[in-house]
């Protein structure tokens, strides 16, 4: 596997669904963005930093935000299973679309103003 739409097809539709949506967002937000698989699953790089990861697993949707895009939503993340880095969303729950573009949207203004 070695791009992210190869990444993407070996899913059911439901997950290609959510994983499409996800990287529409960040392709939307940054379209600068350099998409590469990396650590096994989607990843985005912006300025040479990583900018957001995400990744399909059984029951849910982890997104790997960096420590500060983690920090910086503790509140919104709080009622979400979180991992080392990682925040999971559940798969039988609506996928929270809208932070998830919020989070991108920080990790961007951090990558283009951090030196």
């Known amino acids: 596997m070695n791009t992210v739409e190869e990444y993407i097809t070996k899913h059911n539709e439901s997950v290609k669904n959510i994983l499409n949506n996800i990287r529409g967002i960040v392709l939307r937000c940054s379209p600068e963005a350099v998409e590469s698989i990396s650590y096994g699953m989607p990843g985005y790089?912006?300025?040479?930093?990583?900018?957001?990861?995400?990744?399909?697993?059984?029951?849910?949707?982890?997104?790997?935000a960096t420590p500060s895009g983690h920090?910086?939503?503790?509140?919104?993340?709080?009622?979400?299973?979180?991992?080392?880095?990682?925040?999971?969303?559940?798969?039988?729950?609506?996928?929270?679309?809208?932070?998830?573009?919020?989070?991108?949207?920080?990790?961007?203004?951090?990558?283009?103003?951090?030196?």
């Open 45 to 64: 790089k912006l300025n040479g930093k990583p900018l957001i990861y995400f990744a399909a697993f059984k029951n849910h949707i982890g997104l790997y």
């Open 71 to 115: 920090e910086q939503f503790a509140t919104e993340f709080a009622q979400y299973k979180q991992g080392k880095g990682s925040v999971q969303f559940p798969l039988s729950e609506e996928i929270p679309y809208n932070l998830i573009e919020r989070v991108i949207q920080f990790r961007i203004v951090e990558n283009t103003t951090k030196s």
